[in-house]
């Protein structure tokens, strides 16, 4: 057992702080977020994540994990400080250290002891060099630094944390790197231990990686529809080589979230710095930012004008199971839907708050799926919830206006659409039209 101070209580620290004190480790979470750090403290989560809540109010009752705002209290004793703050991007593209600056700071402050500094933290290439050589400036107090990325996906964080299929360790010293193996063992995933800056890029090429098999999909989606092919039987065949490999092959309207389009545009950055042009990466960009605006081209194909019409927004969050809002495709579209003079109303069933803040003041919220559908022109299915996952067609043709329906993710059956008479556009597969009969 371990003694284990993480600072950050997002999506990563908090996840990873319940994690370790489930396996055991005595551990003390750290956010300069007073509000946040007073819910834990009430057994709430601050962050919507299936299972997250009760795992945290067991450990914070068995006394094995903490809550504070105070880092000297967190680092004193630490066998081992994890970093877990956000990295952003800054309007150039490239990653915003300074919540990762700060945090050098408030550890070269309030170091005690020797403790392991593991950065979980997404960060450039050379920022661990930069984090080691700026506590070392600023304490006589020994330390180590590790590169330690996380893998986990939101909506599925704990699970993933469990079910890892590696925990990667970029170290300098053989002394760090065992003590990172210690705390990891309980949680019985392979170890693949490397120096820090493969370790880094480890995780930069990854997230890069399956953003260019999601672009990778969409573009051949735009084909097969051109072409009068289906991209999910395309993808489902291409899938079953083992050497392409089945997941994260579907199409749709894109991805989203807080890592994908951020990690993407830093690598482009990280590679400009060494005079390196990535070309392959700035076309997935690319193709990214025509895919999250798909669905208005092809309302606009439909109405002729947008003007007027009252489309339901089914989904605000950039994917199921989570409440964040973002990089989400539902922003860009609203704000789409807005400017062409469309009402948008919009209904998510955990993302409505965070989404408020981000929509467009014209956009309507309601609380079910039914109130937004009543009466709207057409309806726009943004997220693949499985409350969306779940409707009828029957549902749709009786609360839409006129039944269309435009979905970004590619939920439903073609045929079962086609027998209910909906006009259905979905990505990369046929079109199902309507016979009008005529008068
Ligand atoms: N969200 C995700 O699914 C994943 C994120 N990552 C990476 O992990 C890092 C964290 O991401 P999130 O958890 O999404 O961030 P987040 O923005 O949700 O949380 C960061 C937390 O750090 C706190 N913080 C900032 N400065 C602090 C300081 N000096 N002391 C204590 N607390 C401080 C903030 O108040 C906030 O609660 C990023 O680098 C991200 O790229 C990696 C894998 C998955
Ligand atoms: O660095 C991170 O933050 C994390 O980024 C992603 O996780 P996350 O963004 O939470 O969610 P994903 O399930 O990867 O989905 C990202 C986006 O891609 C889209 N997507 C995903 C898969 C797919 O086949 N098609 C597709 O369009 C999703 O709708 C979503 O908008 C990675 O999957 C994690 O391994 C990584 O740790």
New binding site residues.
């Given amino acids: 057992m371990k003694n284990i101070a993480v600072?950050?209580?997002?999506?990563?620290?908090l996840v990873t702080g319940v994690a370790l004190s489930e396996i055991g480790h005595s551990v003390i979470c750290?956010?300069?977020?007073e509000q946040?750090v007073a819910s834990m403290r009430e057994g709430i989560s601050p962050?919507y994540e299936p299972g997250l809540s009760e795992l945290m109010k067991k450990n914070y009752e068995a006394g094995r994990l903490s809550f504070t705002t105070s880092?000297e209290m967190a680092f004193a004793g630490a066998d081992a400080i994890y970093i877990?703050?956000?990295?952003p991007q800054k309007e150039d593209g490239t990653a915003d250290l300074r919540?990762i600056e700060?945090?050098a700071r408030?550890i070269a402050e309030y170091l005690a002891d020797y403790a392991v500094v593991v950065t979980?933290?997404?960060?450039p290439v050379g920022t661990n060099d930069y984090i080691k050589q700026y506590i070392e400036k600023h304490t006589d107090v020994p330390f180590d630094v590790v590169s330690n990325?996380?893998?986990?996906?939101?909506g599925s964080?704990v699970h993933d944390t469990f079910n890892g299929d590696r925990i990667v360790i970029g170290s300098s010293t053989g002394l760090a790197a065992s003590i990172l193996k210690e705390i990891n063992k309980p949680f019985g995933i392979p170890i693949f231990k490397t120096d820090i800056r493969s370790s880094e890029m480890i995780?930069y090429a990854s997230n890069a990686f399956l953003a260019t098999k999601i672009s990778f999909v969409n573009e051949i989606a735009a084909l097969c529809e051109k072409l009068g092919a289906n991209v999910d039987d395309v993808a489902q065949g291409m899938g079953q080589d083992k050497r392409i490999g089945e997941k994260f092959l579907n199409a749709g309207i894109g991805y989203g979230?807080?890592?994908f389009p951020?990690?993407t545009s830093a690598l482009v950055q990280i590679a400009g710095n060494v005079e390196h042009e990535f070309t392959l990466l700035k076309a997935v960009i690319e193709v990214n930012y025509k895919q999250q605006r798909l669905l208005i081209d092809k309302a606009r194909e439909h109405f002729d004008s947008l003007r007027g019409k009252t489309i339901a927004m089914l989904g605000t969050a950039f994917k199921p199971n989570t409440d964040?809002m973002r990089e989400a495709a539902s922003t860009i579209l609203a704000r789409e839907l807005v400017l062409a003079g469309a009402n948008v109303v919009a209904y998510d069933p955990v993302a409505m708050e965070p989404a408020r803040k981000l929509f467009p003041e014209a956009v309507d919220f309601v609380d079910s799926v039914e109130s937004a559908l009543d009466g709207a022109d057409a309806a726009f299915l943004v997220t693949e919830w499985d409350e969306f996952k779940e409707l009828t067609p029957a549902q749709y043709v009786s609360f839409l206006k006129e039944p269309v329906l435009f979905d970004g993710r590619n939920c439903y059956d073609l045929e079962k659409m086609k027998a209910a008479g909906i006009e259905y556009y979905s990505v990369g597969r046929p079109v199902v039209k309507v016979e009008k009969e005529l008068v």
């Fill in positions: 600072i950050g209580t997002g999506y990563v620290g750290v956010d300069i977020d946040k962050i880092h877990a703050v956000g990295t919540f700060s945090v408030n979980k933290s997404t960060v990325p996380e893998f986990l996906r939101e964080a995780k979230g807080s890592c951020k990690d964040d």
